[in-house]
């Protein structure tokens, strides 16, 4: 399974920026920890172009992403237990583009052009939910394809089970909690998770 996006775009070799450069980005602040503050999404933010393996076949901006295009580009998902098996979730600031206040994944981001699966997976989990990488450890459970109205994308879901403090984005997120079996069956199919939440739950449930 590739998990690694370096391979030219379009023929071309490219240099890629660091993820040190997010800093000069305009929609994102650097708290004194050094944890980033998304404060809105930026269109012009560059993301792979795969296919339904992972190989890098082009590049596109978020705004092309999510236009209706339909081109597959890839994300990364954690999914959060605790040992009591609650599940963490986030509800999405009121800001995002996509499913704006609802219940969502722990952690959920893109792959950025230049970045790794794995790379994406540690900088989207210290920036929304405060996880240092080596603070727990991730599992792979499989990828698959999601399709909606605006977008298609090659989802990488992890599980991991941490019983430590997390700490939610103040500007990604409305917050965040552990939510036990009996809630989430009850609250499903009632607008107050994410569709793409509720499609990837019963993954989650086969697994365990």
Request: charged share 25%; glycine share 8%; aromatic share 10%.
């Amino acid at each position: 399974m590739p998990s690694h996006f370096y391979l030219p775009v379009s023929g071309k070799v490219c240099n890629f920026a660091s993820s040190n450069s997010i800093k000069e980005v305009d929609n994102k602040k650097i708290e004194p920890s050094g944890r980033t503050l998304v404060t809105e999404d930026s269109s012009e933010e560059m993301f792979p172009v795969v296919d339904e393996e992972g190989n890098i076949i082009d590049a596109m901006t978020r705004g092309e992403a999510h236009c209706g295009t339909k081109r597959l580009h890839p994300v990364v998902h954690l999914h959060v237990y605790n040992s009591q098996g609650a599940l963490y979730l986030q509800q999405r600031a009121d800001w995002k583009e996509v499913q704006p206040g609802r219940w969502d994944t722990a952690m959920g981001g893109h792959v950025d052009l230049g970045e790794s699966v794995s790379e994406a997976l540690a900088r989207e989990a210290y920036e929304e939910i405060g996880l240092h990488q080596g603070a727990y450890e991730p599992r792979l459970l499989k990828k698959y394809v999601y399709e909606s109205k605006i977008e298609r994308e090659l989802v990488y879901i992890y599980t991991t089970v941490y019983d430590g403090v997390l700490s939610p984005s103040v500007t990604e997120t409305k917050g965040g909690r552990f939510w036990t079996t009996e809630e989430l069956q009850t609250n499903m199919g009632h607008e107050v998770f994410t569709p793409m939440f509720e499609q990837e739950y019963p993954m989650l449930q086969s697994a365990n």
